[in-house]
C-alpha cells in the first residue's frame, strides 16, 4: 500500500491519502482520544505520539498535530505505519453502530429563509466544499439568522490560520454574490 501526503493550508495539519475509498459517506472528526475510540483507525492514530486531531473523508485523513511538540519528520512516518497497519488488519474505520457525521445536525435557522438556506446549502456542496476538502477539511452549514451564516470549520480548516481569509474572502463574498441578504459568514 502507498500512502501520498499532501500539505494543506494548515501547517499542524497533513493530508493522508491511502488511494482507497476511507469514508464511503459522509466525514468523521475526532479531536481527542475519548472521541477517536468511535473509530479504531482515530484510536490507532491518537496512540501516536503527537496526534491531536484526526478527521476523515471520502478518500483521506487528515491529521492535526499537537502545537508545540514535535515536528513532522518526527510525526509523519509513525502516522503512516498507523494508517498502514489500520488497511492491513482489516478493520473497520468506523465501530458497528457509529454513523459518519450527519451534516444537518444542529442546524438553526428561521422557517422564512428555508429558500435562502437552500441555496447556501447548495453553492456549499457544489462550490465551496470541493475546494475544501482538496485541502484536508470540510465546511458544514450550522444556522442562518438576521443575514449572518454559521458554518463550522473541520478537520485542516479547524484552526487553520487562513481559514478566517477563506470564509471572508472566498465564502463570504460567494454568498453574497448570489444572495445580497447575507451580510456576514462566521465560524462557529
Known sequence: MFIQTEATPNPATLKF?????VLPEGTFEAKDAESAARSPLAAR?????????VYVGHDFISVTK???GDGWPQV???VLGAIMEHFQSGAPVLEDGVDAADDTSEEFYDEADHDTV???K????TRVRPAVAGDGGDITFRGYKEGVV????KGACSGCPSSTATLRQGVQNLFRHFLPQVREVQAV
Open 17 to 21: 491519502l491511502p488511494g482507497r475509498v
Open 45 to 53: 492514530l491518537f496512540d501516536v505520539a503527537g496526534v491531536s486531531g
Open 66 to 68: 499537537a502545537e508545540g
Open 76 to 78: 509523519k512516518p509513525a
Open 118 to 120: 437552500v441555496t447556501i
Open 122 to 125: 447548495d453553492l456549499l456542496e
Open 150 to 153: 454559521y458554518l463550522e470549520m
